[in-house]
């Protein structure tokens, strides 16, 4: 266990829909990154949140938000949901911004 | 432009022996951390070893260690010793700056150990 809950850890919806992915950082770690790893893109960096606020954007749709809330969890909310937006979902911590990142088991979120 | 790239898709090695996976990266701060993952078929990934860019010595790690070649910009990891459960995708992972606020990570090797 890396310390780093992430659930649910299988999710299947049908497109159009709207999903929430949840993670729980390590104790003591304020920083929560999400990652996208699908086997056209690799692992993609979406978001990352510093103690509740958003420090920083990567390659993340319009459709997608994040946020991380004052315990410190954080939640990606996924809308009007595609086929393409099947993958694997990470979301990492790590407990300063020069050191490295935990990795949760992930979601993977099946688009039917 | 791509950041990190790692040229082998995919590689074997004969157990016990020891095998190199190869990571170039491109940067113009000089300062910098790499990092290599490790995510076995069950899809965790698992945080192997670090190198900062002002670290005068190699990175090891019990099995890891780091072939740090700045002027070259490459991160290699080698891995001694193979074993069985070293079968995985292996990533290279760099981090600009030092209020870098995101990790970008190469395409990764699938590394396959022969019995």
């Known amino acids: 266990d890396s310390g780093v809950t992430q659930t649910p850890k299988h999710l299947i919806t049908a497109t159009g829909q709207r999903v929430t992915l949840r993670c729980s950082p390590r104790?003591?770690?304020?920083?929560v990154y999400w990652y996208q790893q699908s086997l056209d893109q690799g692992l993609q960096f979406l978001i990352q949140?510093?103690?509740?606020?958003?420090?920083a954007k990567g390659n993340i749709l319009e459709r997608f938000s994040a946020q991380q809330f004052p315990d410190l969890h954080s939640e990606l909310n996924l809308s009007s949901l595609e086929l393409g937006d099947s993958a694997l979902y990470f979301c990492?911590?790590?407990?300063?911004?020069?050191?490295?990142?935990?990795f949760g088991s992930g979601t993977r979120l099946t688009v039917v | 432009a791509q950041k990190i790239t790692q040229t082998q898709p995919g590689m074997f090695v004969q157990e016990k022996e020891a095998v190199t996976l190869d990571c170039t990266y491109d940067?113009?701060?000089?300062?910098?951390?790499l990092f290599w993952y490790k995510q076995p078929s069950s899809g965790e990934m698992i945080f192997l070893i670090y190198?900062?860019?002002?670290?005068?010595q190699n990175a090891t790690e019990g099995r890891y260690s780091l072939n740090f070649q700045k002027a070259r910009k490459s991160a290699n990891l080698v891995i001694s010793a193979s074993q069985l459960g070293d079968s995985a995708m292996y990533f290279c992972?760099?981090?600009?700056?030092?209020?870098?606020?995101?990790?970008?990570f190469g395409a990764g090797t699938r590394l396959t150990v022969k019995p």
């Open positions: 949140y510093y103690n509740g606020e958003e420090r």
């Open positions: 190198q900062g860019s002002y670290d005068q």
């Open positions: 940067t113009s701060d000089p300062s910098y951390g």
């Open positions: 104790s003591g770690d304020l920083s």
């Open positions: 992972a760099m981090r600009e700056g030092p209020n870098n606020n995101d990790m970008r």
């Open positions: 990492a911590s790590s407990v300063r911004l020069n050191y490295g990142y935990t």
